[in-house]
């Protein structure tokens, strides 16, 4: 299936949750917030929250700014 | 004698004893940025939120693994929004970034040559933030209609600019500020604007709660000196406004007593 992460499409086998596909980023020991579609998820919701083809994901963090 | 532990800054039912406010952009690593922090006695610092950087992340310390958001209150900002659509959308990812914090510091831009703000654009984000639940610390024109305006909407703190972002041209017009002092109900904080330590004791010496500063710090050729000095500007020009300034004469007043000389009088 085909994902949007950060702008850049991927792609990537099902099933595949939120939390797996951070982990796979190697993000899963940073502090980052993530929205699926548009709408944040709660880091609570990573582990049962399965992705599907075509969703898009933004995952940020804080750096340094004024 | 009024101490700074009597004289605290209150923010969102937080007291501060510094009145200084830090960004962490344009310093030359994270360590210099912890070492300007720690040295200006700062206890809020700004930060931005920004994509990962997919590919080249996992090892790499990052902003808040370096300053602890345990000991700092880190104050998110909405740098390069340009509508209120992108500014609500960040302030939620900074929340649950810093789980459920609510405090934020938004700005929405007008313009990229000047940074001013979209005072429309920042109204209608003030609005739907506040009624989301966020604490706001917002940046805006020195307009004291606009300035008014936004702690009406439940804004707990109005940040007027003194100059436009790094520029360090001063407080341009302290005539506005000193109006927007006036009716103020929340803490007024400099934010943009101050280039070296003159300047942040102006606007303290105005009245101001605070002074919200990055670049003045971050490209002063010694980064960590002007972090001291900044702290003792903030503190010298609170004080000042606090004792209250003697007045201004056109005219010399002597200080030796005219009168007693040992040779005859002009």
């Given at each position: 299936m085909e994902l949007t992460v950060n702008g850049k499409t991927r792609q990537l086998a099902p099933p595949l949750s939120v939390a797996q596909l951070v982990a796979e980023l190697g993000m899963a020991d940073r502090r980052i917030a993530l929205e699926l579609n548009g709408e944040i998820l709660p880091r609570s919701e990573f582990g049962q929250t399965l992705l599907a083809g075509g969703d898009t994901l933004e995952i940020v963090q804080a750096i340094g700014g004024g | 004698m009024t101490r700074a532990a009597d004289d605290p800054l209150l923010i969102a039912g937080r007291s501060y004893q510094s009145r200084l406010i830090i960004g962490s952009g344009k310093y030359r690593d994270f360590e210099q940025n912890r070492a300007a922090l720690e040295v200006s006695g700062a206890e809020i610092l700004t930060v931005a939120i920004r994509r990962v950087n997919l590919g080249q992340q996992s090892g790499e310390p990052s902003l808040l693994d370096v300053i602890s958001p345990e000991r700092y209150t880190i104050l998110p900002n909405t740098a390069g929004c340009y509508n209120a659509g992108d500014a609500v959308r960040t302030c939620k990812m900074a929340r649950e970034l810093l789980d459920g914090h609510k405090l934020v510091k938004l700005e929405v831009l007008g313009d990229r040559k000047t940074l001013f703000p979209n005072v429309t654009e920042t109204l209608k984000a003030a609005r739907a933030l506040v009624a989301d639940g966020f604490d706001v610390m917002v940046y805006t024109s020195d307009d004291p209609l606009v300035a008014k305006e936004l702690e009406e909407i439940g804004c707990v703190s109005v940040m007027p600019l003194g100059a436009p972002i790094g520029s360090g041209l001063g407080i341009r017009n302290p005539y506005n500020i000193r109006m927007i002092l006036e009716n103020a109900t929340t803490p007024i904080i400099v934010d943009a604007g101050v280039g070296t330590a003159s300047d942040a004791s102006i606007a303290m010496e105005l009245g101001c709660a605070g002074v919200l500063m990055n670049t003045a710090i971050a490209e002063a050729r010694d980064p960590l000196l002007m972090a001291a000095a900044m702290n003792k500007a903030v503190a010298a020009g609170r004080e000042a406004f606090l004792a209250g300034r003697m007045p201004r004469r056109l005219y010399a007043s002597a200080s030796?007593?005219?009168?007693?000389?040992f040779f005859p009088p002009l």
């Open positions: - | 030796s007593p005219e009168t007693g000389t």
